[in-house]
């Protein structure tokens, strides 16, 4: 069977040994090691205001403190998306509201987000899902013309672009995730890529109970309580080792993901995503629109390939049920499918794909 996600972890050769000196170093919190992953990640993405965290939960909860959302406050957010995009919201008391997608992409639309501004409107949060970019010439505009912050969720999204640039380097607050399955993992972290310098001083204060650990432990002085969310240097020597490899895995996904858009748009039955200007995916999974899903999906399925949908629409979570109407996600969500993309899926294995959804279902 070929899976639609997969954990990718260096050859043993060269990711115990650098494990094995870590934990055994005398230091395996955050330390040497965490501040040259953070380096070179910055270096990455092409912005010097990155910071690691355990987790990309832990960076979205980061940039929604460091807006300073709270009760009687509103986030405006999209239900196409993981659940942590909109717990952590939840967490700090804010309320949702839910802007309906594109209906051609299932990506936040940014007619329905102007639609729901309000004075109490505090972010707005935007999700890159499945690696593929949001409108954000459009975003961008009415972030400007309102006032308001935006919050790239790019969990899906590493070494996607933007105007050329990779993610990371646009919106105030861009939030990237290293958990198990994503294009990168150090088994589980974050990144949050900032854009202003003092933010950037006190996102490193949130995330290690609100102290400096530029100033000695005992000279220290909180004034305001952060959590325990610092990576430390044994995921840190994972990513350090995990990038050597990142950039040969993610332009597999991207290949396969260009394979697809090619060989695909004129197979019957299934409609192709368009990008918005300016924007490059990262294929994270690749999606496309099928007819008759049920049958597109158990097709796939008895001829090895695992095609899917992958998360619940959150507003079918109680804690997020809401009122607003979302008219295209209710039809995007009964017709988009996510196909194997990835740094396992061979250049046998996406011809075979290609083939099985051209003789049809
Ligand atoms: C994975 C994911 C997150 C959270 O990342 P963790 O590292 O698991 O905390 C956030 N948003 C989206 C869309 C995700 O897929």
């Known amino acids: ?43 990455l993405i092409g912005n010097p205001y990155c910071i690691s965290v355990n987790s990309g939960t832990a960076a979205l909860h980061i940039a929604l403190l460091l807006i300073g959302a709270g009760t009687g406050d509103e986030v405006i957010s999209t239900a196409l998306t993981a659940e942590p995009t909109n717990t952590t919201i939840a967490l700090t008391g804010a309320k949702i509201l839910f802007a309906d997608v594109d209906i051609n992409t299932g990506l936040i639309d940014p ?17 890159h899902y499945a690696g593929m970019v949001c409108d954000m010439d459009e975003i961008n505009k ?8 935006v919050i790239e969720d790019a969990a899906h999204a590493l070494m996607s672009k933007y105007k050329g640039k990779y993610i990371g380097n646009n919106s105030a607050y861009t939030c990237f995730s290293f958990q198990a399955i994503k294009h990168m993992t150090t088994v589980d972290g974050g990144f949050l890529c900032l854009k202003n310098r ?4 006190r996102a490193k204060k949130l995330r290690w109970f609100g102290l400096d650990k530029k100033t000695a432990r005992l000279k220290n002085n909180i004034k305001e309580a952060g959590y325990k969310y610092h990576m430390n240097n044994v995921n840190a020597t994972i990513g350090l080792v995990q990038m050597e490899h990142l950039n040969n895995n993610v332009l597999k996904y991207i290949s396969n993901g260009q394979f697809y858009d090619d060989s695909l748009k004129n197979a019957s039955g299934v409609t192709l995503i368009p990008y918005y200007n300016n924007t490059e995916p990262s294929y994270w999974l690749y999606t496309l629109k099928v007819e008759r899903r049920a049958d597109f999906i158990a097709n796939l399925q008895n ?23 979302l008219i295209n996600l209710d039809i995007f969500y009964e017709e988009f499918v996510h196909i194997p993309c990835g740094w396992w899926v061979s250049n ?14």
């Open 1 to 43: 069977m070929i899976p639609l996600v997969k954990p990718f972890l260096p050859p043993k050769e060269n990711l115990i040994p650098r494990i094995e000196d870590i934990l055994y170093s005398g230091y395996i919190s955050e330390g040497e090691a965490v501040y040259e992953f953070e380096d070179k990640f910055s270096k």
């Open 111 to 127: 007619k329905s987000i102007k639609n729901l501004i309000t004075e109490r409107t505090k972010a707005i949060m935007v999700v």
């Open 142 to 149: 009415i972030s400007k013309k309102y006032n308001i912050p």
């Open 198 to 201: 003092d933010e950037y001083i």
């Open 303 to 325: 001829n090895g390939i695992t095609a899917s949908p992958l998360h619940l629409r959150n507003d079918k979570h109680a804690l997020f049920a809401s009122k607003c109407k």
């Open 348 to 361: 046998e294995d996406r011809h075979k794909i290609v083939e099985v959804i051209k003789k049809g279902w």
